[in-house]
């Protein structure tokens, strides 16, 4: 009967022998005692363990007082000389608990750190900008219905631009210099259709030098910041050239406009800070951003970084 | 009651391609409306408004010389105001909290009829004032490019012959030698002519500390304060051997190192 199996409400305090039901009177008892004994001297360990000393010696006293009164002194020391004992080891092992977690906790503490400075970097790197992207869109659009031709060379340069722009893309193999300068002539290309006469540009780079390592999204950057804050806010627009060449073993890659020069107090800077942060992190003090203004007016940004070809193809596309 | 003349609009966007987009939509959407006048620029739609007198405005947000908002502000009530954005979130979030009419570009021409239908009703009346709305939308578009507060973030320095600009996160200190100042940073030296007592002023003072007359430091870059033989404080900087004194004067801002 189920019934018989479960503890009625008063049988509950007479625990086993009650919902063993009589079938092994002798054995189960004895066995839920040893293992009530196991667990209580785990019990007194753990509370060993983490006792204060201060109190473990008011509890001895108590316990000698006790043992006097019922004149057995003797288990009482005996009991006392072990729980000290017990207490050293019990002690060290509890510190060496302590220790061990702390070890943990800092490793999980510098496993979060790298987590944070990775997503910190992505965060770093260039975003496709709503505004461009929305911006082409409709000017995708509009040609379409006025010079469709166009529409489709401008949605080509678009996807073009998408392709080594989006963040899987540019996470998969090491970026080469020859990619970069395709992304920005792909974004050159869109600007050019859509602001126009307002915008020249021209790329300068040597054939050999398109096969070296050069960070991702980075260039584009510059490129994006040439325009917005350099040639954008000027009514007549003007031009971009970005070159690059080998500089004292390191490899420098500059955007250079004609735009409205640099304003101290302008914003601006958050572009140019996390290429700055960038450039930081993936190669300590061996690169740089080095902002001049020519005497021909305009901005020249330029990011030198250590000369490595990159590994695998020796040309791009 | 007179026949009301034809109404009027100017449509300013810094690409050709958008003005001619948002134009063959209204002809679609509103053909008794007559597009008087293109502008390339914030300042070339505020003189339009002024010569031509139109009775819709067509604003872009993002334009060279004075952006839309800029320029709504300075054409005021003279004209009724429609925004045009590719993606401006919180600009479209006040309008849409403002009630102000927008047009995202490219533009369904369903919005786009919508727009003119409510445009037309209106037309009659005066136009709104939205001072508040655009003194904030300004305030916000600010915000929104940079971390800018009005501070000086880069300092424009002679290197080599050649002019700098180096972010003032690079420099590590500041002091006044001779006529010029020097600025050191942790690869170079430059000089400037700005002197200290102009960069206290322009420079956020959480970030530099004036430790001596003389003397700017790089809050971030002490490592430590000493003393020297004479007992002065004297300020050690990570990234550079030179050590600064610290004038009686500004003993103050170590009492806690």
């Known amino acids: 009967m189920i019934s018989n199996e479960l503890p009625t409400p008063g049988s509950e305090a007479r625990g086993h022998?009650?919902?063993?039901?009589?079938?092994?009177p002798s054995a189960r008892p004895m066995h839920s005692i040893r293992h009530g004994i196991v667990v209580a001297a785990w019990g007194f360990f753990d509370w060993l363990a983490v006792v204060s000393w201060t109190k473990l010696v008011l509890v001895a006293v108590l316990a000698m007082v006790v043992a006097g009164i019922l004149q057995h002194p003797l288990p009482a020391l005996l009991l006392i000389l072990a729980s000290v004992i017990i207490k050293i080891v019990a002690g060290g092992k509890r510190r060496a608990e302590l220790t061990a977690a702390e070890a943990t906790r800092r490793a999980d503490l510098e496993q979060l750190e790298r987590t944070v400075l990775e997503a910190r970097m992505q965060a770093l790197q260039a975003q496709i900008e709503p505004h461009f992207l929305f911006n082409t869109l409709a000017s995708i659009d509009q040609l379409i219905q006025t010079d469709p031709p166009r529409a489709s060379k401008m949605q080509r340069s678009l996807i073009r631009y998408l392709r080594s722009a989006m963040p899987q893309m540019r996470d998969r193999a090491r970026p080469t210099l020859g990619q970069q300068i395709d992304l920005c002539t792909a974004f050159l290309d869109i600007m050019a259709v859509r602001m126009e006469g307002r915008l020249q540009s021209a790329v300068a780079v040597p054939e050999g030098l398109k096969s070296a390592a050069f960070p991702s999204m980075m260039l584009l950057t510059l490129v994006e910041n040439a325009i917005k804050h350099g040639l954008e806010p000027k009514a007549e627009g003007g031009r971009i050239d970005i070159g690059a060449e080998i500089v004292d073993g390191q490899l420098a890659v500059h955007v250079q406009d004609t735009g409205v020069g640099f304003a101290p107090m302008g914003e601006g800077g958050v572009g140019l800070a996390n290429v700055r942060e960038r450039l930081r992190a993936l190669y300590g003090d061996r690169a740089e951003l080095v902002i001049d203004l020519p005497p021909t007016g305009g901005t020249r940004a330029t990011v030198t970084v250590p000369y490595e070809v990159s590994a695998g193809r020796a040309t791009v596309q | 009651m007179n026949a009301r003349p034809a109404p009027t609009a100017v449509i300013a966007d810094d690409e050709r391609l958008m003005r001619e987009q948002i134009a063959a939509q209204l002809r679609e959407a509103w053909p008794q409306l007559v597009i008087v006048g293109d502008a390339a620029n914030g300042r070339e739609a505020v003189a339009l408004v002024q010569s031509l007198a139109p009775d819709v405005v067509f604003l872009d947000i993002r334009m060279p010389e004075m952006d839309g908002i800029a320029?709504?502000?300075?054409?005021?009530?003279?004209?009724?105001?429609?925004?045009?954005?590719?993606?401006?979130?919180?600009?479209?979030?006040?309008?849409?909290?403002?009630?102000?009419?927008?047009?995202?570009?490219?533009?369904?021409?369903?919005?786009?009829?919508?727009?003119c239908e409510r445009l037309r009703e209106r037309l009659d009346?005066?136009?709104?004032?939205?001072?508040?709305?655009?003194?904030?939308?300004?305030?916000?578009?600010?915000?929104?490019?940079?971390?800018?507060?009005?501070?000086?973030?880069?300092?424009?320095?002679?290197?080599?012959?050649?002019i700098r600009m180096i972010p003032t996160s690079e420099i590590l200190f500041f002091r006044a030698e001779d006529k010029?100042?020097?600025?050191?940073?942790?690869?170079?030296?430059?000089?400037?002519?700005?002197?200290?007592?102009?960069?206290?002023?322009?420079?956020?003072?959480?970030?530099?500390?004036?430790?001596?007359?003389?003397?700017?430091v790089r809050v971030d870059a002490v490592e430590q304060v000493s003393r020297n033989l004479r007992g002065n404080q004297v300020v050690h900087l990570r990234g550079t051997d030179e050590k600064l004194e610290v004038s009686r004067s500004f003993n103050h801002l170590f009492k806690q190192m």
Request: proline share 4%; glycine share 8%.
């Open chain 1, 17 to 24: 022998d009650a919902r063993a039901g009589g079938a092994a």
């Open chain 2, 71 to 115: 320029a709504a502000k300075a054409i005021g009530e003279r004209a009724h105001i429609v925004f045009v954005t590719a993606y401006d979130q919180y600009a479209i979030d006040a309008f849409e909290q403002g009630a102000v009419d927008y047009l995202l570009k490219p533009a369904e021409p369903e919005r786009v009829a919508r727009t």
């Open chain 2, 125 to 162: 009346g005066k136009p709104r004032a939205m001072d508040a709305l655009l003194a904030e939308l300004s305030e916000r578009l600010q915000a929104g490019g940079g971390a800018s507060r009005g501070y000086l973030r880069w300092v424009q320095a002679s290197v080599a012959g050649v």
């Open chain 2, 180 to 216: 010029y100042t020097r600025v050191q940073t942790k690869r170079f030296e430059a000089l400037i002519r700005k002197p200290i007592k102009e960069l206290v002023l322009e420079l956020d003072p959480a970030e530099f500390w004036q430790v001596h007359r003389a003397t700017l």
